[in-house]
């Protein structure tokens, strides 16, 4: 009987961890605000959802966006026709100009760089395939988003070697860290062909600084070795310190920049994962040309192309959504961490990305990963919030979550925090009475607010009419 | 200087076979009727241009579907987040009825043994990757599409084994060509993990009949192989005899639940049928549930984008509209397909009787110098600089016989057909009619093979993505 391959029969696709308990818990009993306000609230899921309003206004002031209609249709067989791998040049010149922006234009992109893929995961799994050989290894800081073990290694075979990074320092990315993970990949036998970062980082919501930045770059031209930026992030920093990009950072320290490749997408600073596009934006002529050949696997919707062409080129809009979106994503995030720390709960200080990074290792029974997973269980099973364990995105140490707080509305918002607040005082936490949750009390914040200044009206609910499984999620 | 990884730099991507230097002189110099009328006139692109006007008519009766709405209501922001790799459950469903709706529903599909991909492309890589490894090879009968050789081969470590097909039985597949191949690749010790047909063919034009269906399905079962049927221009298929899809046969001679069953797995697109390359939708359709969720969770690397998948599920719902355009497609396709033939016979070239595809098998075996596959790269050369029509050379799709070309005809205009007839009758006139001095052919040919290799060594940027 003709079995199937081992790639398809083994694990690689990574599904059959336990980190999916969550998502299962949360596919059999969803929260609903009417329907089921006793359900799993979703917060381990990295969308950005507060935005789409401002983005349909203008999408109803565009019509010739779409190229169904009337203003819109006599660009259709031209587009319908295009599935030229180099890419539409008004889509290549829009998504060059955003990313630029995203970077307050200190930098310029080529768009004869930028080439397309089935999202950030299509463009890791080509970038990948084109770098490496079987056999042959990435370097990854730990924690790092869990879909890299499958993105990275399932059909390319390809390893990754963890760079261990601790709390003790907020997780930063040490010389002696990488150093240290390059010598054990060596004591190991395996070649290491390339650093892959997230910057800003999934899981911890931090950005990298220019310091770690040329440090890093500095580490790959004496190993020579290449470095792969995942910059999926970009436009979620919503406070000081500014991002700085691998874009940036060559401009400033000698480097071979054959090494260097960034991987980008809509997914989260739009908020359009279901629209696929990813981007790969390297500096070696040579990958360019070939990954290029190789997007033919995961070319972006010609329909898509045309559509975001015509919004990203529009400056103004662009303007205005790096801004909003920042500005949103400060208010939830601030609002999110204050009300965790009136019951006790600290993250780790973060300024971008769609979650934060908290610390619940005080909740531990033992300072073990059995610990952590038995009190991921209490949150999930008790608590009824599908958030995700550090283990998950191999951290080092016990007792840290990726909580996702852009999402959901604001009122789902609430009743997470009334569940963490009701859970904290049963655990005899450090409390604070109830009547006085709602009050500011002693805020780090350089300015005041009230309650009510976090509160974004206008946010839609999680529910979704569009059936959805949370295994599925091409990017998490 | 760390070296990209083999597969970067080997030259499995198959760009630089002849098959892409039509393209790129074509890119150099493309006729247009009125900027420029001496260009060079695409004729190797398999593009189903001739009803678009039908889809947009639909469009424009539909506005709700393009402008992110479903009764009146914006849905955008689901659109934008879904992800699912399970895919749309509408755009499935309208999916098989479409596919059942071609087979004049003589087979059904059931909507959760599809698998959405980025395009045909996507669709026969992953069904490698699922099916085989490095070592293993598929057997796929000649002449085939040149772009097996990147998607069957490249990143999955793969090969392709060669049944051969000639011209004296109409290159249909023979139980003994299918034998010849099996022990060659037991030769070379490759395992052989299946046969990849394409029906319609590409690049014949033709249908499968019943007996050779029936024969893969007694080879698949005798040697327990996989059979994959790439049937992405089973709606071309435009007169008679009827398209059989390997799933009606099955259907006929095995109950469910047999192991041939699971091994049988079928290949589509929309990029032929409704002329949507550009919008990426591929479709891999098996009986074996397994396969179908190893398939659905690599199916990641390539989704069909949401907004896509809403359009088309809007528009192959509509019942009216799918049977009206399925009819009206196959009609122009059978009228511009008899013009192409009878242009060619005006110019004393014949070409394989055919039913389906966008395309001809062109056979130009009388103008070649000598039966060899130099002289078809000769005329080859010719055909594309002096007459100026690309069209794609037998060899580059591996066929044993030299002097057969694939030559497209629904990627273009009917004045745009009608000059490319007269041109290739010229042609043919003059080269019957100028004895041409041996000299002569040499110094052409010499100045010919110049520019070739000096397109070799300087690929534009502007490489052109296959069909």
């Not at chain 1, 040309?289 to 070319?299: A, D, Q, V, Y």
């Not at chain 2, 892409?20 to 900027?35: A, I, R, S, T």
Request: with cysteine; proline share 4%.
């Amino acid at each position: 009987m003709a079995a199937l391959s081992k790639i398809a029969a083994g694990n690689g696709h990574g599904e059959n961890s336990p980190y999916f308990d969550g998502w299962k818990a949360y596919e059999t009993n969803p929260f609903h605000p009417t329907d089921r306000p006793e359900g799993v609230i979703q917060m381990g899921l990295a969308e950005n959802q507060l935005c789409f309003d401002f983005i349909k206004k203008w999408l109803m002031k565009h019509p010739e966006a779409s190229l169904c209609t009337a203003e819109g249709v006599n660009k259709f067989k031209e587009t319908a026709l295009f599935q030229d791998y180099h890419g539409m040049p008004e889509f290549r010149q829009a998504i060059a100009k955003f990313m630029g922006k995203v970077r307050g234009d200190r930098v310029k992109f080529d768009p004869d760089r930028i080439v397309m893929s089935g999202g950030a995961t299509g463009a890791h799994e080509m970038v990948t395939f084109c770098l490496a050989d079987p056999g042959e290894a990435f370097l990854v800081p730990t924690p790092y988003y869990p879909g890299f073990d499958r993105d990275l290694r399932w059909r390319t075979g390809v390893e990754l070697v963890p760079v261990i990074c601790e709390s003790s320092n907020n997780f930063k990315i040490t010389r002696n860290a990488l150093e240290a993970a390059y010598e054990k990949a060596q004591e190991d036998n395996i070649r290491v062909k390339g650093l892959l970062i997230t910057n800003p980082s999934n899981p911890l919501g931090t950005i990298l600084d220019r310091e770690t930045l040329k440090s890093i770059v500095s580490f790959i031209n004496e190993k020579n070795i290449h470095l792969i930026g995942d910059e999926i992030y970009a436009a979620t920093v919503f406070m000081e310190p500014e991002f700085v990009s691998i874009s940036e950072i060559i401009e400033e320290v000698e480097c071979n920049r054959d090494l260097i490749h960034i991987v980008y997408s809509l997914s989260k600073d739009m908020g359009f994962p279901g629209f696929r596009v990813g981007i790969v934006y390297s500096y070696n002529d040579a990958l360019v040309s070939c990954t290029r050949k190789m997007s033919s696997f995961g070319l972006v919707s010609s329909q898509t192309q045309h559509l975001i062409a015509s919004m990203l080129s529009d400056d103004d809009f662009v303007d205005n959504f790096i801004i909003k979106s920042k500005k949103k994503l400060f208010k939830r995030h601030e609002y999110f961490t204050w009300s965790l720390s009136q019951v006790g709960i600290g993250s780790l200080k973060s300024n971008a990305g769609l979650f934060i990074w908290m610390d619940l290792r005080k909740l531990l029974k033992a300072k073990t990963f059995e610990a952590e997973m038995d009190l991921w269980q209490v949150i999930i099973h008790e608590v009824k919030l599908n958030v995700s364990p550090g283990s998950s995105f191999h951290c080092h140490e016990p007792g840290w979550f990726r909580v996702c707080f852009a999402n959901m509305d604001d009122d789902t918002m609430e009743t997470a925090l009334l569940r963490i607040r009701d859970f904290m005082r049963k655990n005899n936490a450090a409390m604070i009475p109830h009547n006085k949750l709602c009050r500011r009390s002693s805020l780090k914040l350089s300015f005041s607010r009230r309650v009510d200044d976090f509160m974004s009206p206008g946010i839609m609910s999680p529910h979704s009419p569009l059936p959805q499984s949370p295994l599925v999620r091409a990017r998490s | 200087m760390p070296l990209l990884s083999r597969k970067a730099t080997c030259s499995f991507h198959g760009q630089d076979s002849s098959y892409f230097l039509g393209w790129q002189e074509y890119e150099k110099n493309p006729y247009d009727e009125v900027k420029n009328p001496k260009g060079i006139i695409q004729m190797g692109l398999a593009e189903n241009q001739l009803s678009f006007d039908l889809l947009e008519s639909w469009m424009a009766k539909n506005p709700g579907a393009a402008g992110f709405e479903r009764d009146g209501q914006s849905i955008f922001r689901e659109l934008a987040l879904f992800q699912d790799y399970h895919g749309l459950p509408a755009f499935k469903k309208a999916l098989v009825d479409f596919m059942a709706e071609i087979r004049g529903n003589k087979v059904t599909f059931d909507p959760n043994h599809i698998v959405l991909t980025a395009g045909a492309t996507s669709a026969n890589e992953t069904l490698m990757f699922c099916l085989a490894e490095q070592g293993d090879a598929f057997l796929l009968p000649t002449p085939y599409y040149p772009g097996f050789d990147r998607d069957l081969k490249w990143r999955t470590g793969v090969e392709i084994v060669p049944i051969h097909c000639t011209s004296s039985n109409r290159f249909q597949i023979t139980a003994s060509a299918l034998e010849v191949a099996y022990q060659q690749a037991q030769k070379v010790k490759l395992r052989v993990k299946g046969v990849l047909v394409t029906n319609p063919s590409n690049p014949l034009g033709t249908t499968m009949t019943r007996d050779e269906l029936d024969l893969l399905i007694n080879f698949i079962a005798d040697k327990e192989i996989h059979l994959i049927s790439d049937e992405i221009y089973s709606g071309t298929v435009f007169s008679s005899p009827a398209f059989v899809s390997i799933m009606e046969v099955l259907k006929d001679r095995n109950p469910k639940n047999t192991e041939v069953w699971d091994r049988v797995h079928v290949v589509y697109s929309l990029s032929k049928d409704l002329g949507l390359p550009g919008f990426r939708v591929g479709v891999i359709y098996s009986n074996d549930s397994i396969i179908v969720a190893a398939a659905t969770k690599m199916s990641s690397f390539g989704l069909v984008s949401s907004q896509t998948q809403y359009l088309l599920s809007a528009m192959l719902s509509d019942k009216k509209f799918t049977k009206e355009y399925i009819s009206k497609n196959h009609k122009r396709l059978q009228k511009r397909q008899s013009k192409l033939v009878s242009g060619l016979e005006k110019a004393s070239i014949g070409c394989l009787k055919s039913n389906a595809g966008l395309f001809c098998w062109v056979d130009m075996r009388h103008l070649l110098s000598s039966n060899t596959f130099e002289a078809e790269m000769e005329l080859w050369k010719r055909i594309v600089y002096d007459v100026k029509l690309n069209i794609s050379p037998g060899s580059s799709c591996h066929c044993t016989e030299p002097g057969w070309f694939r030559v497209c005809f629904a990627d273009m205009s009917e004045d745009t057909l009608k000059l490319a007839m007269q041109r290739l009758k010229s042609f043919v006139s003059s080269t019957t009619i100028n004895n041409r001095s041996h000299q002569d052919l040499k110094n052409s040919r010499r100045k010919l093979r110049t520019e070739w290799v000096f397109g070799l060594s300087f690929l534009s940027l502007n490489d052109r993505e296959p069909d």
